[in-house]
Structure formats: C-alpha cells, structure tokens
C-alpha cells in the first residue's frame, strides 16, 4: 500500500505534463481527485486483491473524499500547481511497479468518462 498523497502527487505530475503539452487541458481539482482515488481504489481491489491505499474512502455531501487529502488541499480547487522534486520522485516510484502503474493508468485514461 501507498500513502495516498503519492497517489495525489502522481496524478499532480501526470496532469503537469498534460497542462504543458496541450493548451486546452483542464487542472485537476480536489473534487475530481478525490473521484479518481474512489476509482484507484476500486480498480486495486479487483486487479491486484489489495488496497492502493490504506486511508478510508468516506461518503461526503459532494462524492466520495478521503480526509488526509481535504486537509493536504484544504481552501483550493485546482490541486497540481508548482510540481516539486519530491512530487516526480512520488511519480517514479509508482510508475515503476507495472502493475500499479497499469491501475493508475487505466483510472486516469477513462476520467474523460466519469464526472
């Protein structure tokens, strides 16, 4: 398992890149973070018979939250801003496990899809 903020900081610098290349991508939001982790979560269970990330997935007014994040991000909307050493670091290190990095993936390619 992961700490989720490495998740958040790998779905950070993914989106970076993304913002880079094309003009008309949008930065990712607490909210939307927070529905792709639900996600992550979901997909990790069937994939990989284990949980992505040890913090509770909790039902909240808006979707689905994890608290650690809404603390890291509390006050902002858009969460990739500045992306650090440590934040590549986090993508690396995820990255480098082909099987959670398939997860990641495949959650991150269908976010078109879900809202």
Same mark, same amino acid.
């Given at each position: 398992?992961?700490? %989720?903020?490495?998740?958040v900081n790998?779905?950070?610098?993914k989106n970076?890149? @993304?913002?880079? !290349?094309?003009? *008309? #991508? @949008?930065?990712?939001?607490?909210?939307? #973070?927070m529905k792709?982790?639900?996600?992550?979560?979901?997909?990790?269970?069937?994939?990989?018979?284990?949980?992505?990330?040890? *913090?509770?997935?909790?039902?909240?007014?808006?979707?689905? #939250?994890?608290?650690?994040?809404?603390? @890291?991000?509390?006050?902002?909307? !858009?969460?990739?801003?500045? %992306?650090? @050493?440590? *934040?590549?670091? *986090?993508?690396? !290190?995820?990255? #480098?496990?082909?099987?959670?990095?398939?997860?990641?993936?495949?959650?991150?390619?269908?976010?078109?899809?879900?809202?």
């Open positions: 398992m992961y700490n %989720v903020l490495k998740i790998w779905m950070r610098v970076k890149a @993304e913002l880079i !290349e094309n003009k *008309d #991508a @949008e930065e990712l939001t607490q909210m939307k #973070a792709l982790l639900y996600y992550v979560q979901g997909v990790s269970l069937v994939y990989l018979k284990h949980r992505m990330f040890p *913090d509770d997935i909790l039902a909240w007014k808006y979707g689905p #939250a994890v608290s650690k994040v809404h603390q @890291e991000y509390q006050g902002q909307r !858009e969460i990739v801003g500045e %992306v650090s @050493e440590n *934040d590549i670091d *986090d993508y690396n !290190e995820l990255s #480098a496990n082909s099987k959670v990095n398939d997860v990641l993936n495949t959650v991150w390619d269908s976010r078109h899809h879900s809202s």
